[in-house]
């Protein structure tokens, strides 16, 4: 007997041992128990051996954002699962990312008020906050250079406060 | 207790808010005087007795005053001068620009903001691997101030200023050769010689947030004991 899912709302049923079913990773890491077999795991095609060539060829050509947008964390979370190819998927994981991190340094770095999805049409969610934090560097040392970092301006939660009419306050 | 000479460097308004302020503050303890002198606002005045040759940089308090918390006491002080015309007198960087501001001066700028000591820099720059020490750890701050506030008093500022952006732009481009192989050859830790904050302040919130993603990732690679460990 075993969960599965329906639309929205998880149900008893009964399963035939060894079928093959699409669960959250929430819900497979709960399940997984290495003394009792309950559910094996299967790698998504991005972690196989197919695609780890890929990526030790040139890291850089993936789309990572249409591969599943969040690589680096999936990734470390399905080690989780006692899979023999472990050592290897964890290998490429930190591979991939350090040859994907010179370009987001560079672009991030250089790109001052332009437009940016294509730079970060292909990186996926992690790299994506890396390019951000790059960005804000570059803004930071331009508002600096042109003078406005010493500008004062005016709070946005100020600038959202309304003005209180006199009807409103306590007489 | 000699309030007076607290009173003779303020003018006006300020004169007036001072001497309540102290007013109200010789009758309570000592915590409310040191609370209500700290309340004073700081201003730059130039004494106006005229035997004195300096002017008196700041706010203090008449020393009779016994304060606990002494080195709370001096918030900050200095004697600058004396200010003769025609004569160069070094200041404090806050004060030359402030005073150029009011078109009291001229500013001289520092010996190593010539063209031919910049170009040498920077083509040493582009020659080695390694940073070169900088004439000052804080050159790109003083060039942006001297050449925004004081271009007149610069000779070929435009020059200047296009030789500093070309060895900044140089630097970043080292600094940045170095965080990729040093994020490549997963190293422990490093260390740049001669960059200035300005530069690490650039990069380093990217590059330290990167360095920790790296490190998760690294530890990934130890065989786990728990599933804790893999949280990301």
């Given at each position: 007997m075993c969960w599965s899912t329906s639309g929205d709302s998880l149900c008893l049923s009964l399963f035939v041992q060894g079928s093959k079913l699409e669960i959250p990773m929430w819900l497979a890491k709960g399940l997984h128990d290495s003394k009792r077999r309950l559910i094996s795991v299967e790698l998504p095609k991005i972690y196989k051996e197919a695609w780890r060539t890929v990526f030790s060829a040139d890291?850089?050509?993936?789309?990572l954002h249409k591969m599943g947008p969040y690589y680096y964390g999936f990734g470390s979370q399905l080690?989780?699962?006692?899979?023999?190819?472990n050592p290897e998927i964890a290998q490429t994981i930190l591979q991939t990312f350090i040859s994907r991190f010179r370009r987001i340094m560079d672009s991030s770095q250089n790109?001052?008020?332009?437009?940016?999805s294509s730079l970060v049409a292909r990186l996926d969610e992690l790299e994506r906050a890396l390019f951000q934090a790059g960005q804000k560097g570059l803004n930071d040392f331009q508002c600096w250079e042109k003078g406005q970092a010493s500008q004062i301006t005016v709070s946005s939660l100020v600038q959202n406060y309304g003005k209180r009419k006199f009807t409103e306050m306590d007489g | 207790m000699h309030w007076e000479h607290f009173l003779l460097l303020l003018k006006g308004e300020e004169q007036k808010v001072c001497e309540q302020e102290l007013w109200e503050a010789r009758e309570g303890n000592s915590d409310a005087i040191q609370f209500r002198l700290f309340k004073i606002p700081w201003k730059f005045i130039p004494s106006?007795?005229?035997?004195?040759?300096?002017?008196?940089g700041v706010l203090r308090h008449p020393s009779p005053l016994q304060l606990p918390y002494s080195h709370l006491q001096l918030i900050f002080q200095g004697d600058l001068g004396p200010?003769?015309?025609g004569l160069p007198v070094e200041v404090p960087v806050w004060l030359a620009i402030s005073l150029k501001q009011r078109q009291k001066c001229r500013l001289i700028p520092p010996e190593w903001m010539d063209v031919e000591k910049l170009e040498e820099i920077r083509d040493q720059e582009r020659k080695e691997d390694t940073f070169t020490p900088m004439p000052s750890p804080y050159y790109m701050e003083l060039t942006k101030l001297l050449l925004n506030y004081a271009s007149d008093n610069i000779p070929k500022a435009d020059e200047i200023r296009t030789l500093v952006k070309d060895t900044w732009d140089t630097r970043m481009a080292k600094l940045r050769l170095s965080a990729d192989s040093f994020v490549r050859q997963q190293e422990a830790h490093a260390k740049l010689d001669n960059l200035t904050l300005m530069e690490i302040n650039t990069i380093g919130t990217f590059l330290t947030q990167a360095l920790d993603h790296m490190y998760k990732l690294r530890t990934n690679l130890q065989p786990s004991g728990s599933a804790e460990s893999q949280d990301f």
């Open positions: 890291a850089n050509v993936v789309d080690l989780n699962f006692d899979n023999p190819e790109a001052y008020n332009e437009d940016t | 106006r007795h005229d035997r004195d040759q300096t002017s008196r200010f003769n015309p």
